[in-house]
């Protein structure tokens, strides 16, 4: 990751190989939910490699039976679009796998 992802307005850029994408944080309310608005992509595997731009990837935190819940959301990514299965599928593990990896053991599976 370059840039900053610590306060509203911060921008960030994510890379995976040929793939990158730049994020701004257009919404951040501490500890209960941030959002990252994709200002410019690269899905090199797609034809449409600038899909997600003017997307929004939401977290939400709330709790739950004394434990935290996250509900996760990318707004703008739905069946339909290009790369809906392979994106899902990714957001699947990234939030699933390698998130709940970073919050229980300070490191996740970024690739």
Known sequence: MKGNSEKLNDKFTVDFGETFVDFQISELIPNKKVVWKVTDCNLHWIKAKKEWVGTEVVFEISSENNKTKIDF??????????????????????????????????????E
């Open 73 to 110: 959301t990318h707004i703008g990514l739905f069946p339909g679009v290009e790369c809906y299965n392979d994106c899902e599928v990714g957001w699947n593990g990234h939030v699933t796998g390698s998130l709940v990896k970073f919050i229980n053991e300070g490191k996740g599976m970024p």
